[in-house]
């Protein structure tokens, strides 16, 4: 740590351990009775999975939306695919896939209790998963209900949110947003069991003005997405029109929408299966399609999917690639934009100037024991892609029009499983994944996956599993196993070790990387949890080389970061649960060190049955960003934050729910951040003045 600094940060994090370990011995723990799982808390079951996403801004929020859209709709396992199950946390993709078979061989389950007659699903497991499933009766002879049964089973639902940060940033004062610094998010579902669902949402974000401009697709809110879902028309598996996103095969060719990847599981998440078409609903305003697109069920357990879409995306026009000879050619695009941010004149000229009309589908073969698949689109652009002479973005996809097409593959061999999807460009390039998994019940798992993805494949909608972002420039083999090593005990670790043959951003010549994570997981009682994390990573990058006499050389050098986290979970009783954790980073590059420290403290209260309040208060240290720390911490309903901690200072949070009455939800958030040694928060147009920064958020839920 940098020398020098004042004893009272650690005089208070002495105090704070104090106050937790006292709290810890004088209640007392809760009954036998209270193993059954508190269906109305997830962060548990989560967090494990928002870990994979602590370097990626934005993509918790897509987490939030689909694991809060499972609870308040949860899946039927008697009708949900394996796929759909595979991504619920405590289901591995092999658990899934023996759900299936048991219900399609003995019938369907009667409770959730039942489940445990399939191989390897224990009691734990079904407390795990039941906030996400509940088993239903629902009609399956009737292909179009009457009207009177569609409105007397309707199930709608209403969320109105209005965020904002008290503080102004520099683009409020100088008035370059355009708009108030809220952000206000609308969402409309109506539905009709699974087989009709309606949904609207409209969402604009902190800085973007209210206006109606039909043209560049805004309708009073800057971002308006929506769509009609039908579902089990007779043979007609799924018909949606509107907004849509498409999932395939390991997502090489492709995958739209979330994709998890290396976290607390080492193996569950990096074994996916594409779940097909489903509604759009994200206030996300990247990867998604708009149009129609269909699943029908063919004879000989074949299935096939069409789609069609055409909208307009954000991206960066440069007018110093149009071509002289034309002048009515359009204006070449230099980068698409995936942000959704129209707050300034600038970024307003972005909105909507690049067309993209696709078409593509799937053909797919599914039995109890194999998955088989293709999948191919061809997409054209109203303007030509043309991504610059840099060496770094020498592969990327140009010009009007981009194809991919993929075969894919599952077995289950018992308690194996093999999976693999070859893709091919339009440039020739081949590329793929190859791996395979053990599940061995209550025993543990491993998995081992290999990955090729050449400079040359550039996939324009892949998503696959891998160390950057696209499957394109990278090679790599991922290990991971997960051991219960007694009863109570729990071992899980990967190892990931990858390589990009070709120039990165910034990046002087190929380079390397590896990342290694161990975890072991205490729950000697459902009231009682805690773990230990140890991470590390290893990667090139950039830096100078400077010789006597002569300028300085680019390089690369190999820059390392270790993490080390204790995490305690406790249960008083129902009403009263604390979190505690503390974790340590260091960044080590040729010539600099930087070391953090994080200390929290989490509570929550139910001091009635319709009342909730969670809130933490949270210590961090660091040597500025290079030694950041990413920490969880519970939000609205379809949020989820994991924010980024440096520098010096600390963060509380009071967040607090109620419920009036059956369907109706008030929330409320406020937090605040002061740092002890900055005069400033963010940078640019974001940048706020003074040393604390404050936040609101509001949301209503109603439920008809």
């Known amino acids: 740590m940098i020398p020098g600094r004042r004893p009272s940060?650690?005089?208070?994090?002495?105090?704070?351990?104090?106050?937790?370990?006292?709290?810890?011995?004088?209640?007392?723990?809760?009954?036998?009775?209270s193993t059954t799982a508190d269906t109305t808390d997830l962060s548990t079951r989560l967090e494990p999975i928002l870990d994979s996403f602590s370097d990626a801004e934005g993509r918790t929020e897509q987490v939030a939306e689909r694991f809060a859209r499972l609870r308040d709709r949860p899946l039927d396992p008697n009708r949900a695919s394996a796929a759909a199950l595979s991504v619920l946390p405590g289901l591995s993709p092999r658990l899934a896939q023996r759900i299936v078979r048991h219900r399609s061989e003995q019938g369907a389950f009667q409770s959730l209790r039942s489940m445990q007659d399939v191989e390897g699903v224990t009691a734990e497991t079904v407390r795990t998963v039941r906030p996400f499933l509940s088993i239903r009766t629902e009609s399956e002879s009737t292909v179009f209900p009457s009207a009177d049964t569609i409105l007397s089973n309707l199930d709608v639902r209403w969320i109105q949110a209005y965020t904002r940060r008290l503080e102004r940033r520099r683009g409020d004062r100088t008035d370059r947003f355009l708009g108030p610094p809220g952000r206000l998010a609308t969402r409309f579902r109506l539905e009709y069991e699974r087989r009709l669902q309606l949904a609207l949402t409209l969402d604009k974000d902190p800085g973007e003005p209210l206006r109606w401009s039909p043209t560049t697709d805004t309708y009073g809110l800057d971002h308006v997405v929506g769509s009609l879902a039908l579902r089990d028309l007779g043979p007609v598996q799924t018909l949606i029109l509107g907004d849509f996103s498409a999932q395939f095969g390991q997502g090489v060719a492709l995958w739209q929408g979330i994709r998890f990847g290396k976290g607390r599981d080492p193996v569950s998440p990096v074994l996916q299966h594409g779940r097909g078409l489903r509604p759009y609903r994200s206030a996300s305003e990247a990867n998604f399609f708009r149009g129609a697109a269909a699943t029908v069920d063919l004879p000989a357990h074949l299935s096939l999917t069409a789609f069609a879409s055409r909208r307009a995306r954000d991206a960066s026009l440069d007018s110093s690639l149009a071509r002289t000879e034309d002048p009515d050619a359009p204006i070449p695009v230099r980068t698409i934009s995936s942000g959704g941010l129209h707050r300034t004149a600038t970024e307003r000229a972005r909105k909507?100037?690049?067309?993209?009309?696709?078409?593509?589908?799937?053909?797919?073969?599914?039995?109890?024991?194999?998955?088989?698949?293709?999948?191919?689109?061809?997409?054209?652009?109203?303007?030509?892609?043309?991504?610059?002479d840099k060496p770094y973005r020498q592969f990327r996809v140009s010009g009007r029009a981009t194809s991919t097409a993929s075969v894919y593959g599952t077995a289950y061999l018992g308690d194996y499983t093999l999976f693999g999807e070859a893709a091919r460009s339009a440039r020739g390039a081949y590329g793929g994944v190859l791996g395979g998994a053990v599940d061995l019940g209550t025993t543990g798992q491993a998995i081992i996956l290999g990955r090729r993805y050449p400079p040359r494949l550039a996939p324009f909608y892949g998503n696959a599993f891998g160390n950057g972002g696209r499957p394109q420039n990278e090679t790599g083999v991922y290990t991971g196993l997960r051991l219960r090593v007694a009863r109570n005990w729990t071992i899980g670790t990967y190892f990931d070790q990858y390589r990009a043959p070709w120039l990165r951003f910034n990046m002087p010549r190929p380079s390397t990387g590896w990342e290694g994570r161990a975890v072991v997981e205490y729950e000697p009682r459902p009231w009682l949890s805690t773990y230990l994390q140890v991470r590390v990573q290893s990667e090139d990058e950039s830096t100078d080389y400077q010789r006597r006499g002569d300028r300085a050389l680019d390089g690369v050098q190999a820059e390392q970061r270790h993490s080390v986290r204790w995490h305690m979970e406790y249960e008083f009783s129902d009403a009263l649960t604390l979190r505690t954790r503390t974790e340590w980073s260091r960044h080590r590059a040729r010539d600099a060190e930087a070391e953090g420290f994080f200390l929290s403290q989490g509570v929550r209260w139910l001091p009635h049955p319709s009342l909730q309040i969670d809130a933490r208060v949270a210590f961090f240290d660091t040597d500025g960003f290079a030694a950041r720390i990413y920490a969880y911490e519970h939000d609205l309903r379809y949020s989820f934050s994991v924010p980024v901690f440096f520098d010096r200072g600390r963060r509380s949070y009071v967040l607090a729910q109620y419920e009036p009455f059956p369907g109706l939800t008030l929330e409320a958030k406020f937090g605040i951040t002061r740092y002890d040694n900055r005069d400033t928060i963010g940078s640019g147009l974001n940048q706020i003045a003074g040393s604390r920064r404050r936040d609101l958020r509001l949301q209503v839920r109603w439920a008809l």
């Not at 650690?10 to 809760?30: C, D, T």
């Not at 599914?366 to 999948?375: E, F, I, V, W």
Request: aromatic residues 6%; proline residues 8%.
């Open 352 to 388: 909507g100037t690049f067309g993209e009309t696709t078409i593509g589908g799937a053909l797919e073969y599914r039995s109890p024991s194999l998955h088989l698949g293709a999948t191919s689109y061809h997409a054209r652009f109203n303007r030509p892609l043309r991504p610059g």
């Open 9 to 33: 940060l650690l005089i208070q994090l002495s105090m704070l351990i104090a106050l937790a370990a006292g709290l810890s011995v004088g209640h007392a723990q809760p009954g036998p009775d």
